[in-house]
């Protein structure tokens, strides 16, 4: 699953690893719903979504 970082945190499976904001991490599902448990990730997908839909609008 693609997950973008909203919050830094320290990898508890690898205590020598920092995310910090906007960073997009690929993880298997059980550690994608602990990350969103903990509020420090949301959806990749939602991201680049909102980044079509700005890409697309166009100014009269």
Same mark, same amino acid.
């Given at each position: 699953?693609? #997950? *973008?970082?909203? #919050?830094?945190? !320290?990898? %508890?499976? %690898?205590? &020598?690893?920092?995310?910090? *904001?906007?960073?997009? $991490?690929? *993880?298997? !599902?059980? !550690?994608? &719903?602990? $990350?969103? #448990?903990?509020?420090?990730? !949301?959806?990749?997908? %939602?991201? #680049?979504?909102? &980044?079509?839909?700005? %890409?697309?609008?166009?100014? &009269?």
């Amino acid at each position: 699953m693609r #997950a *973008v970082v909203i #919050a830094p945190f !320290r990898d %508890k499976n %690898k205590p &020598d690893t920092g995310y910090g *904001v906007g960073d997009v $991490l690929d *993880v298997p !599902r059980k !550690r994608y &719903d602990e $990350l969103v #448990a903990a509020g420090v990730v !949301r959806p990749g997908n %939602k991201v #680049a979504q909102n &980044d079509n839909d700005n %890409k697309n609008k166009t100014e &009269d």
